[in-house]
């Protein structure tokens, strides 16, 4: 099964990260599996370099800014961030779960890219109601990040994904996070484009290889299109969600972020490209010196392909607006909270902001079960 909702393009909510001026934004005794990572760890690279390289040094390099204390909290506000609605939903992904699979005696929830720990921790506040599967869970985030000082003992914490993986691999908004290179259609076809990590400043790099080609011609086409079209070689979050997918026994992969889809980005819908900067709430100019989160969209349905690849046998495209219609924790009873929730609900399901995010939803040997219904 594969349905696909077109996702919209999120709106200028002023901390959500989303783009808004562009055309169309787990240790405990077990085997890990490495996340394709950053390969530098130096703190600064000098330019002008590509921007995947830039991107890896300037947010993960030593003193890098996912390795700040401030946390990605500290400079924009994801699902997460904006109400426990959404660990909330999580929680009820888990629990449908947990009933289709027959209520296992270890159900693992791992976060990929989990920042300080917050979904963990909301979820873990939830299933302090009580219910079998409080027992029988296993919690683990996994980040390049430090363990945050402050996450119950409880929760396993590593930077890489275990495995062996029996229940629900989660990663929201991880994957506009891989660093990806930036290339644009150049009078002898598609060139790389360099970035000074300094200043930002861009200049034409030399012609591409294989492997980006390959890509783009699959999932972002150049060819015969206007000089100067870009594009973000998405690969590397294919093989990112591959090992995601892959470190699944038996269980669901869902990814939260805001996409694309090749019939978009093949007509030039993100002809200017998607690359942006985040720093104290504010969306920034990207550049890569380590003082703003770079970000780029997802191509969603490149890495739902991936998944399959890595053994996924069901996939799943809707938007947060869609998923959350699906799996919402009840109203509660009081007027006030009834207002609280209502106002917080809004804004994950804002048509303009986090409700266009895309939620990848794949299963991995459950005989093609599914816990969400696609878009009709
Ligand atoms: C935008 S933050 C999202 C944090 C959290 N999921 C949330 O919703 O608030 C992206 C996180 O992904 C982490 N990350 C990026 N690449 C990673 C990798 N290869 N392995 C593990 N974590 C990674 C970063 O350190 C950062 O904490």
Redesign the pocket.
Known sequence: MWSVAQPTVPGAGALV?APDDLPRRYRRGVARRP????LTRRAHVSGPVVWSEATRSA??GHGGF?HRPQ???GH?R????ASPLFASAVAALLARLDDAMGHPDRLDLV??????G??LGQVLDGLRGGGSLAARVRLAG????QRPPDLDQTVGWS?DLPEHVVGLVV????L???PVDVVEAGPDGPRRVMVDPASGEESPGGPIGLRDAAWLSQWWPLDGVPLGWRAEVGFPRDL?WAAAVRCLDRGVALAVDYGHLLADRATGGYAGGTMAGYRDGRRVRPVPDGSC?I?AHVAVDSCAAAGVSAGADSTVMLTQREALAQVQAPVPAGARDQLLHRSQLSELVDPDGLGSFTWLVQSVGLGGWQPLTGPT
């Open positions: 990260r996340v394709p990572r950053p947010l993960y996912y946390g990605p909290a924009f994801t699902s997460v961030h976060d990929v890219g989990a920042g300080r917050e979904l996994v980040d390049l990040a930077a990663a929201n908004e991880w506009d996070n891989v990112a989160d970000t």
